[in-house]
T-cell receptor, first 116, second 115 residues
Framework: SQQGEEDPQALSIQEGENATMNCSYKTSINNLQWYRQNSGRGLVHLIL?????REKHSGRLRVTLDTSKKSSSLLITASRAADTASYFCATDATLNYGGSQGNLIFGKGTKLSVKP | DAGVIQSPRHEVTEMGQEVTLRCKPISGHNSLFWYRQTMMRGLELLIY????????DSGMPEDRFSAKMPNASFSTLKIQPSEPRDSAVYFCASSRPGRRNYGYTFGSGTRLTVV
């Protein structure tokens, strides 16, 4: 079953604009991760944020995590045509005893199109 | 490092035939995952291994699907007999020890078409 749900499903912007994608999830988590998938390719890991972190940066990427709302956002600043891809959030859920579920559950993704 | 290597990249087969997908994880990674991606259902976890041992196969659709990991550098996913609804892209991913702190590395996938 899906754990993460991305919003919006599709996003179209002009080069240079910022892109924001959101992810909501249902259960307690150890960490949340964002991945990018170019058409016809495998997924590429972008960034991991732990449950005790609120914000993380990597280059033009900024990720926030709000565990009280069970939501995360991915911001891509100064977008480029090369950022055109699908973006997925994935959660490592916590088991009842506090351990890790041991695998990632992915949402259905946001399809980002950046026009030159 | 060559990354996670999957073969074949594309496979077209007739309904009822046996299909075997192969994966070589990154050396030193001790967890291996098989995912299936379709437009309708997105990315679904089929099975994962930790130190070559299957941990959770609850995502395997039915008995027609089986997976093995005979050693740390090789895994197979077999479908026998194949059906048209098995058509999808199958991804293998691996992760290093302490995977709660690291992301997964995905292979390029095998696009399976069952006609």
């Amino acid at each position: 079953s899906q754990q993460g749900e991305e919003d919006p499903q599709a996003l179209s912007i002009q080069e240079g604009e910022n892109a924001t994608m959101n992810c909501s999830y249902k259960t307690s988590i150890n960490n949340l991760q964002w991945y990018r998938q170019n058409s016809g390719r495998g997924l590429v890991h972008l960034i991991l944020i732990r449950s005790n972190e609120r914000e993380k940066h990597s280059g033009r990427l900024r990720v926030t995590l709000d565990t009280s709302k069970k939501s995360s956002s991915l911001l891509i600043t100064a977008s480029r045509a090369a950022d055109t891809a699908s973006y997925f959030c994935a959660t490592d859920a916590t088991l009842n005893y506090g351990g890790s579920q041991g695998n990632l559950i992915f949402g259905k993704g946001t399809k980002l199109s950046v026009k030159p | 490092d060559a990354g996670v290597i999957q073969s074949p990249r594309h496979e077209v087969t007739e309904m009822g035939q046996e299909v075997t997908l192969r994966c070589k994880p990154i050396s030193g990674h001790n967890s291996l995952f098989w995912y299936r991606q379709t437009m309708m259902r997105g990315l679904e976890l089929l099975i994962y291994f930790n130190n070559n041992v299957p941990i959770d196969d609850s995502g395997m659709p039915e008995d027609r699907f089986s997976a093995k990991m005979p050693n740390a550098s090789f895994s197979t996913l077999k479908i026998q007999p194949s059906e048209p609804r098995d058509s999808a892209v199958y991804f293998c991913a691996s992760s290093r020890p302490g995977r709660r702190n690291y992301g997964y590395t995905f292979g390029s996938g095998t696009r399976l078409t069952v006609v």
